[in-house]
């Protein structure tokens, strides 16, 4: 499949099978994601890896973090908050580290890091995988920042929830550039 191809065809796939994916193709999405362009090439993305009981133990993170903010909460509400990062068998949290270079402008930093996040997420496609970038509450939290090992302030660009397709569906299109573009000769 061609760069544009991929491009035009990539899109969001929500459900996966539960079967592990192997490390070997983990390593290559990660390895798309750092190619990414980077002004001062600070390189200020931060990936970790979630498998299996990984993510158990973000769900439960984010369930008791979500307790504190909403007490009176039933405990059904706390169990959806606790199945999210069970939605695939492979969960890569990606986040920023900030600069200490004062040459850097931190929204440079955010984009390169959400550039990142699309090499990946066009890697998964290319290599047969449904990937999926979601954020939500939990982005910005700070006991889930924390249980990743970032610093309370650093951005949480967000979760990206990969594995094997279920089904392919079908594929809606994109949209034209045309409407949102204004030349200027």
Not at 6 to 16: C, W
Not at 85 to 96: D, E, S
Request: charged fraction near 25%.
């Amino acid at each position: 499949m061609d760069v544009f191809e991929a491009i035009r065809t990539r899109h969001s796939i929500a459900k996966v099978k539960s079967d592990p994916v192997p490390r070997a193709l983990i390593e290559r999405l990660l390895d798309a994601a750092v190619q990414a362009p980077n002004h001062h090439s600070t390189q200020p993305w931060r990936f970790v890896v979630l498998t299996g009981p990984g993510r158990e133990r973000l769900g439960e993170v984010m369930a008791r973090s979500l307790k504190k903010q909403k007490p009176e909460l039933p405990d059904s509400g706390l169990e959806i908050e606790r199945a999210k990062p069970l939605r695939a068998p492979l969960l890569i949290a990606v986040g920023m580290e900030k600069s200490s270079d004062p040459r850097v402008m931190e929204i440079e930093d955010i984009c390169a890091v959400a550039a990142a996040v699309e090499n990946l997420l066009l890697a998964a496609h290319g290599l047969g995988l449904g990937a999926m970038w979601r954020t939500g509450k939990a982005a910005d939290d700070p006991l889930v920042k924390q249980f990743l090992g970032f610093a309370v302030d650093a951005p949480l660009i967000g979760f990206i929830y990969v594995g094997f397709p279920e089904a392919h569906p079908d594929f809606a299109g994109r949209p034209s550039f045309e409407n949102r573009t204004v030349w200027m000769d």
